[in-house]
């Protein structure tokens, strides 16, 4: 009897999809190149005659069509929060001893994984097949750009994958895997290679060009860089209740996601130190980069108790390899104005090679850190990368001067629009006065386009370099007033082009009061800043007419940043730019998860620790928030409330001495029955 299309289709996508396994994740392939696309087209043909049996987890569906937009945003059900860094043995010896001390010396293993230099993503499967993929976002909330992770060879379209272990654990109905999209540096110089010839810009490093594959609104392009992930973490679930970290790694292997293979369990620091020393050099052979270990307690049940602050989890922290050295001679130093008028240093350097990329010019920061390293024009100095990323001076070497060498101070006028320059008291940075400058207003534009701000896609320097020349904006808010016909007529823009740039504005009307703020380029107020005041106040009206004093009242501000906003707000330009953001529909209100439903906790602040029974410290939380509530992760002046859970810890005892009102479980389930 022959086969049935409908039989035959689903033969064909389980081998293609082995030997994608096999191939991709095993580097251990069956059959040649050339076998693979036969297979390939039979299926496509085969979709071509029946369209009714192309689904989304179908192989042929990992180039998918163009998109006709910037991308849309979803909320991690658990924030994906970054990792505190520690940069030597000591330091990894001090987390071990804070591990230790609240887990109260109970025994304990770790987890040691590569680092991988890539960009996070966060794959949500239902019922085995992949229905999601974002990007990390701001920790809270991604972008959802599963067109594009579905061109990644090495990440499942469903699970178990044909030709996995037999015996994988079940599949859970609900499974978030979360792990870093990279792009392998054969790929980069290959990459990097085709667009030399092209005459394109050349990428600066494959972290980079990993990141902007994963934005581009055509999956087509991002098949073609040929990116890879390593899985290594499993975040919300249901049905799946892992006792170790080491147990979901293994599970993630059994289900047939690539993780990566170097992972160690290690019983002790030292055993850690071990794993350490052995990578940092051997690292240099792999063909992706990694810039240190990640370290987890392997117990679930012991993450539970060491809990998180309100930006890292303590049950894991990232031990950063010593990054790479190099000598240099210092050819000039030039001087940038920024955003906040501040004058930046910036020394032109003879280029050399540095973690993988070239550097020839590196930020020197202010006049102070000049003196410091006692630097002149001409200096032979030695750099490095900050974190492997910013390039920096970390010593001078006056041993070999030649005599020509000489001083640079910061000039007493702008480069830029000649207005003078000051230095406020007790500040280190020389800014210019002048809040016309044109560098200011070009700064602020980048920033405010910027990813973490509006994250405008495709503004970046060189387009707003053209929009300034052509008179078509003079500050942020004339962006949202741009016309795609007039942005088409630029140098290198094309109508295509001018679509997808008014499409990523009109997109980014939409991201929140607390973007907005980062955005806006307040002295002092950062992301996690910007966060909070948008949190506190609900919308920028409340905002721009609160006194100083209500906002220092707000948790982790300052008389100097609340002092900063208010004269930051009273400007006129400022205030008009305010008003030409709201008549082009910007959002000035709050968006975020913690934006609340009711205001029973509003004011108050609480903290959660120690072991709960009936919830999770994470549900608790939330419902705070929900209520208007704030929850912090740690013990001040200004906390309102202590849930204490068992093994409460040295929160508990701060609490008590600083006065603060200490609540039970029951307490708390009581509280809620009030409100």
């Not at 042929?60 to 924030?79: A, K």
């Not at 088409?488 to 009307?509: D, F, P, Q």
Request: hydrophobic share 40%.
């Amino acid at each position: 009897m022959p086969e049935s299309a409908t039989d035959r289709h689903a033969r064909l996508c389980a081998e293609i999809d082995r030997h994608s396994y096999l191939y991709y994740v095993k580097q251990s392939p069956e059959i040649s190149d050339r076998d693979f696309d036969v297979l390939l087209k039979e299926l496509e043909a085969l979709e071509a005659g029946h369209p009714e049996l192309v689904t989304p987890q179908s192989p042929t569906q990992r180039v998918g069509s163009e998109l006709s937009g910037s991308f849309e945003t979803f909320e991690h059900r658990l924030p994906m929060k970054s990792m505190d860094n520690t940069y030597s043995a000591e330091e990894l010896a001090e987390f071990d001893a804070r591990v230790s001390r609240l887990l109260e010396d109970e025994q304990h293993e770790y987890v040691a994984e590569l680092k991988i230099d890539g960009t996070a993503v966060s794959l949500w499967y239902e019922g085995g097949r992949l229905v999601r993929g974002l990007t990390r976002g701001d920790g809270r909330v991604g972008e959802v750009i599963t067109n594009n992770l579905r061109t990644i060879r090495s990440i499942p379209l469903s699970i178990p994958v044909p030709g996995a272990e037999e015996k994988s654990p079940p599949v859970p109905p609900v499974l978030e895997v979360r792990g870093e999209c990279y792009l392998a540096r054969s790929e980069f110089r290959r990459i990097n290679e085709e667009r030399q010839e092209s005459g394109q810009a050349l990428f600066a490093n494959p972290r980079n060009a990993a990141a902007g594959s994963l934005k581009q609104l055509d999956p087509r392009l991002v098949a073609e860089r040929r990116l890879g992930a390593w899985l290594y973490a499993a975040g919300y679930s249901e049905g799946y209740a892992p006792d170790r970290h080491s147990q979901v790694m293994s599970d993630l292997a059994a289900w047939g996601f690539a993780i990566e293979p170097n992972w160690r369990k290690c019983a002790d620091v030292d055993a850690l130190l071990a794993y350490a020393n052995e990578w940092d050099e051997k690292r240099k052979t792999l063909d992706y980069d990694t810039d240190g270990l990640v370290v987890k307690v392997d117990s679930v049940a012991q993450h539970e108790v060491l809990g998180a602050t309100s930006k890292s989890p303590r049950w894991c922290i990232a031990y950063k390899f010593a990054p790479e050295q190099a000598e240099t001679r210092v050819r000039n130093v030039r001087v940038q104005v920024g955003k906040t008028g501040v004058l930046s240093p910036v020394a032109e350097v003879e280029p050399v090679q540095v973690s993988g990329t070239t550097v020839s010019n590196v930020m020197l920061h202010n006049g102070d850190e000049i003196e410091r390293l006692g630097l002149m024009i001409g200096d032979a100095v030695i750099i490095e990368k900050a974190g492997e990323i910013i390039p920096q001076v970390v010593r001078v070497l006056p041993e070999k001067r030649t005599g020509g060498e000489r001083e640079f101070r910061l000039p007493s006028a702008c480069p830029v629009c000649s207005a003078a320059t000051g230095r406020a008291e007790g500040e280190v940075a020389v800014r210019c006065t002048n809040a016309e400058c044109p560098a200011r207003q070009r700064a602020a534009i980048i920033h405010f386009a910027g990813r973490g701000q509006m994250d405008i896609e495709g503004l970046g320097p060189a387009l707003v370099d053209l929009l300034l020349e052509a008179g078509l904006i003079g500050d942020a808010a004339d962006i949202f007033s741009l016309e795609a016909g007039k942005v088409a007529e630029l140098e290198r823009m094309g109508a295509r082009s001018a679509e997808n740039l008014i499409a990523a504005i009109e997109a980014s009307k939409g991201r929140g009061l607390a973007r907005l703020l980062a955005a806006l380029g307040i002295p002092g107020v950062g992301v996690r800043a910007a966060e909070l005041l948008a949190e506190s106040f609900g919308d920028l009206d409340a905002l721009m007419s609160a006194e100083a004093e209500r906002i220092e009242s707000v948790e982790e501000m300052g008389p100097v940043t609340a002092r900063a906003v208010v004269e930051f707000f009273a400007g006129e330009r400022v205030k008009g730019i305010v008003e030409k953001l709201r008549a082009a529909g910007v959002t000035l209100t709050h968006q975020g998860e913690l934006r609340a439903e009711r205001q029973e906790f509003a004011g108050k602040t609480f903290v959660v620790t120690g072991t709960l029974q009936k919830y999770k410290r994470s549900q608790v939380q939330a419902i705070i928030k929900k209520l208007g509530g704030r929850a912090s992760g740690s013990v001040s002046g200004r906390t309102d409330y202590l849930i204490a859970g068992e093994k409460a810890g040295s929160k508990l005892d701060k609490a008590r001495k600083l006065g603060v009102k200490v609540l039970s479980e029951k307490d708390f389930e009581e509280l809620l029955g009030e409100s």
